[in-house]
């Protein structure tokens, strides 16, 4: 992908969102995550056909390896 800040070296981050939205649409539960991720689908203005934007790149990658996030086990029903 590239530095989507700067137009000419968008294109490769902005077809990447661009394929996510297609799969969204075709039913997949999408999930991006990180700050500058969440950015770059912003610029793109596709922020609202993604299935989830998370600015916690970390805590995405770890909630999608199966760890237990202090912050959702305390939402839980026990």
């Known amino acids: ?3 989507f800040e700067v137009d000419k070296f968008a294109t490769g981050t902005i ?3 661009e394929e996510l939205v297609k799969i969204t ?4 539960t999408t999930i991006v995550g990180g700050g500058d991720t969440a950015a770059a689908v912003a ?3 596709l922020e609202d056909k993604l299935s989830h934007i ?3 790149g970390g ?3 770890e909630f999608l390896e199966g760890k237990v996030l202090p ?3 305390a ?3 026990k």
């Open 71 to 73: 912050g959702v086990a």
């Open 54 to 56: 998370s600015t916690g």
């Open 15 to 17: 077809k990447i969102a």
């Open 43 to 45: 610029k793109a203005g």
């Open 1 to 3: 992908m590239g530095v």
């Open 25 to 28: 649409k075709k039913g997949a």
């Open 75 to 77: 939402l839980t029903n």
């Open 59 to 61: 805590a995405s990658l």
